[in-house]
């Protein structure tokens, strides 16, 4: 479960770098949240693809579920963080 939250603090960082923010709004938190939950499922495809292929054991709805809730929490987290850490810094004006 961490190693998902991590993952999704990761890629909600990532995002924030591509999508260029020079205010919070809405639009932007929504596009972020939407970019992590895509790769997230996209990942929890690949890991039901291995485990059917490789491990041979059955798929597990509460372990997709649960997986996709972290990828999705740590992605909000990333935004907090982002949003009170960096974006309070204001810039030298000198």
Known sequence: MPMHFL???????????????????????????????IIGIFWELFEIGVNDILAKSPF???????????????GFASMIYFF????????NTL
């Open 7 to 37: 993952g999704g603090f990761w890629l909600g960082l990532a995002f924030l770098w591509l999508i260029p923010i020079d205010e919070p709004s809405l639009s932007k938190v929504f596009k972020i949240i939407i970019g992590v939950l």
């Open 84 to 91: 009170t850490r960096i974006m309070r810094i204001v810039p």
């Open 60 to 74: 597990d709805m509460v372990d997709t579920v649960s997986d996709l809730f972290f990828d999705i929490s740590g």
